[in-house]
């Protein structure tokens, strides 16, 4: 069996210069975990739920802090001051262009590859989807999913 009988050749997909905070609207409203990014039709990065997920990541705290009966009081500020300076950030980030967090290094796949090749190399590398690449350009999407329907309809 060939990529092309299993493929989703109806890509979504967002441009490097869409912000972090629209990639992250596409893959809620269509339900998906991944996106390729594509400019002028080639595909030059992918960008996960687990990239944006990174950028949630806040850096451990050292030690355990107990506070004394006087800064109790100063515990619930110190939280909502660090709760705004978390929400600016975010807002920060979500600004910045999809480039910025975008994976350049895209295992891909074509479409006259087959199933057991892809299946090989999504293993290998532990990633859940593989785009479809023809002649440099982006020509479908395949994921772990498409493979098992693949193999259950053979």
Not at 11 to 36: E, W, Y
Not at 119 to 126: A, G
Not at 127 to 154: F, K, M, S, Y
Request: glycine letters at 6%; aromatic letters at 2%.
């Amino acid at each position: 069996m060939k990529i092309k009988d299993i493929m989703n050749s109806n890509v979504i997909v967002c441009k490097p210069d869409d912000t972090i905070s629209n990639a992250a609207q596409i893959l809620k409203m269509h339900n998906i975990s991944g996106l390729p990014v594509v400019e002028n039709g080639i595909l030059v990065g992918i960008i996960s739920e687990v990239d944006l997920l990174k950028l949630l990541e806040m850096p451990e705290h050292g030690g355990l802090w107990l506070p004394s009966p006087f800064e109790v009081i100063e515990v619930s500020i110190r939280e909502l001051i660090s709760w705004e300076e978390t929400k600016r950030m975010l807002a920060d980030v979500g600004a910045d262009p999809v480039r910025k967090i975008m994976k350049t290094n895209v295992y891909v796949t074509s479409s006259e590859d087959s199933v057991e090749d892809a299946s090989v190399l999504m293993i290998k590398h532990k990633i859940n989807r593989l785009p479809v690449v023809d002649n440099g350009t982006l020509v479908g999407i395949v994921t772990r999913g498409d493979i098992i329907r693949g193999l259950a309809e053979a």
